[in-house]
């Protein structure tokens, strides 16, 4: 098995943070091809070598291959000639485009993109089928490309598609467009579920766990969806524009910048903060502690606010964040991190979130290699390990979050969750460099070590429901906490939440482009499975023949349905991580299941896998 298994999660050091693309920024939109967000107009050059697209934020960008585009800081759109007559219109509201080739054929842009040879007297729909639109509608912009008058480019509410026969077929060149409308980040990749973004006309939008392109998302809706603001606004006799609640506690925001808070779930509220000004776009309640809270406002003024006391005296920590609205905030409150997303982009600071002090913050930015555009939202995952953020029109990117660098934790190295580790099992410090580690006179090997994050083995001897780890780092002593369970079986999974299993005939990974077959075994790499039979040396990786055996009950479940288990053991040649082959049902239609197992009765964490018949 030829996996780097051991692996570093990429973070902010001394050269800023270490940023991943999450996903691109097409839409599966039952389209010709994956959609994107509106764009306002299209043309080419004047050779037709090159394409350039408007979107509906002002940036224009440009491609000569068809696939990829790069940002124009100047391009003069062409002036666009004179709209032809025509006897009738398709559409009442279409506008006209005149033919580069023919002065009798026009286009006309609707709802559909239609055309005339006859001057307008009868008219063809070139993006109608069935009565459905095959690339979205909101004819927007038609550009003829000078060397081929077949060659049609047309941009519309759902992004950019390209014809090269005149208008019989249409393919979408959205697939690398940044041009993805993400307003919000609702949840991280969690389990089965990807990211979840609300993004604009499209809703809900999700993106499966080693998935490009976004999909729609079903039962999920924004906390602070229309309904409820609207409730809200019924409720204090003002326009609400934004929400936050944990437990009983509910605060809510105006577009005139004034906070409520309700103690009763939102039945009754009183009125906390009554300065105006800019809109209050976004609220952190803390979950653990709901009488702190942070507010995101734009305007000019005041635009984060504190509260550690449910709402009865707000600070401002505006400090030296550059002028412009802030859109997103999020904080640790344990670490005393705040981020937030702002016109400028996303920026972070340490400040007090539990006492009444207020030191003087000091706002870093963290987007000064992305593109410099205005950020829409900020988001911890629920381990506070991973940063997510949300830009105008190129999408989701992440990185390990940055206040974890010296703010040691320990979480699972199977799914970054704060599971329990058992004995043999693997758990990784995030934050720093480990140098060593020892808990009730037993060493804990470190098996991997970076100035972000270090991964150990837990000794098969240990035992207790909680051990006291000391941990030897450049900074000192660092003593944590650590749950332990005999069995805590985890699924090893990649950051963008994709399972590690294998064809166990071929050897080879199991993903999108190597998907498991009907019949078939697999391998299932865990950990978290405690002892086994003979008993082998921690730090140790595990022989090639005969590796020792599980001594816990495994079982596998497919869609909730068990999968015969030929065997269980630690991985050949790896330490800390266990092999668990299973044998396929037969099957007959293509699908993505759910998979998870269990040892000891304690469960899994669940994970998708697609199973082809």
Not at 172 to 189: A, D, F, H, Q, W
């Amino acid at each position: 098995m030829a996996l780097g298994l051991i692996a570093v999660v990429g973070a902010a050091g001394e050269g800023g943070p270490d940023w991943r693309k999450v996903g691109t920024s097409a839409v599966e939109w039952m389209l010709a091809s994956p959609a994107t967000g509106p764009v306002e107009q299209v043309w080419f050059s004047a050779d037709g070598g090159r394409l350039f697209a408007r979107s509906q934020w002002g940036k224009t960008f440009t491609t000569n291959d068809f696939e990829t585009w790069t940002p124009v800081d100047r391009a003069a759109s062409p002036i666009a000639p004179a709209a032809p007559a025509a006897v009738r219109l398709p559409d009442p509201m279409a506008q006209l485009v005149a033919s580069a080739a023919d002065p009798l054929e026009i286009y006309a842009l609707g709802q559909e993109l239609s055309r005339s040879i006859d001057g307008g007297r009868t008219w063809t729909s070139l993006t109608q089928y069935h009565s459905l639109s095959i690339v979205g509608g909101g004819q927007r912009s038609l550009a003829t490309s000078p060397a081929d008058p077949d060659e049609l480019v047309l941009g519309n509410g759902y992004g950019v598609w390209r014809s090269l026969d005149g208008g019989l077929s249409w393919t979408g060149l959205n697939r690398l467009l940044p041009n993805l409308p993400v307003g919000r980040i609702l949840s991280t990749p969690s389990g089965t579920a990807g990211i979840r973004v609300e993004a604009g006309r499209f809703g809900v939008l999700e993106l499966p766990p080693g998935g490009a392109t976004w999909f729609p998302a079903t039962g999920v809706a924004p906390d602070d969806g229309l309904p409820l603001l609207g409730h809200y606004s019924a409720r204090v006799g003002a326009e609400i524009t934004a929400v936050g609640k944990a437990g009983a506690m509910v605060y809510v925001g105006s577009s005139d910048g004034r906070i409520w808070a309700s103690f009763d779930g939102g039945q009754t509220f009183q009125p906390s903060r009554v300065e105006t000004g800019g809109a209050v776009e976004r609220i952190f309640v803390d979950a653990g502690e709901p009488r702190i809270a942070l507010v995101a406002l734009s305007g000019a003024g005041a635009r984060v606010l504190r509260t550690t006391s449910s709402g009865s005296l707000w600070d401002d920590l505006t400090a030296n964040l550059p002028a412009g609205a802030v859109h997103g905030i999020t904080a640790e409150r344990a670490a005393g991190a705040v981020y937030v997303a702002t016109d400028r982009g996303v920026f972070w600071a340490r400040t007090d979130l539990e006492g009444a002090s207020l030191p003087l913050l000091n706002w870093v930015s963290l987007t000064d290699s992305l593109p410099q555009v205005a950020a829409t939202d900020v988001r911890l995952d629920p381990a506070g390990v991973q940063l997510y953020i949300s830009l105008v029109g190129y999408g989701v990117y992440a990185t390990a979050a940055p206040h974890r660098l010296r703010n040691l934790r320990l979480v699972n190295t199977a799914d970054y969750s704060a599971r329990a580790a058992a004995p043999g099992s693997l758990v990784s410090v995030i934050g720093g460099r480990v140098d060593s580690a020892r808990a009730a006179g037993l060493n804990y090997p470190v098996l991997a070590a970076s100035d972000t994050e270090s991964q150990l083995q837990v000794p098969f001897e240990a035992a207790g429901t909680n051990v006291m780890l000391a941990l030897q780092t450049r900074a000192g002593l660092v003593t944590l906490g650590l749950p332990v369970q005999t069995v805590s079986p985890a699924i090893m999974v990649g950051r963008d939440g994709v399972p590690v299993l294998l064809d166990a005939d071929s050897g080879l990974e199991i993903d999108a482009h190597n998907p498991a077959h009907s019949s078939g075994r697999m391998q299932i790499l865990v950990t978290g499975l405690g002892k086994v039979r003979p008993d082998w040396p921690t730090g140790l990786a595990a022989p090639i023949e005969n590796p020792p055996a599980v001594v816990a009950d495994v079982k596998v479940y497919l869609d909730g349905a068990p999968l015969p288990v030929t065997r269980a053991t630690l991985a050949p040649s790896y330490i800390g991580f266990y092999l668990i082959e299973v044998q396929l049902p037969p099957i007959t239609n293509l699908g993505t299941s759910e998979l998870y197992l269990s040892a000891g009765g304690q469960e899994s964490n669940r994970v998708p896998m697609v199973l082809e018949p």
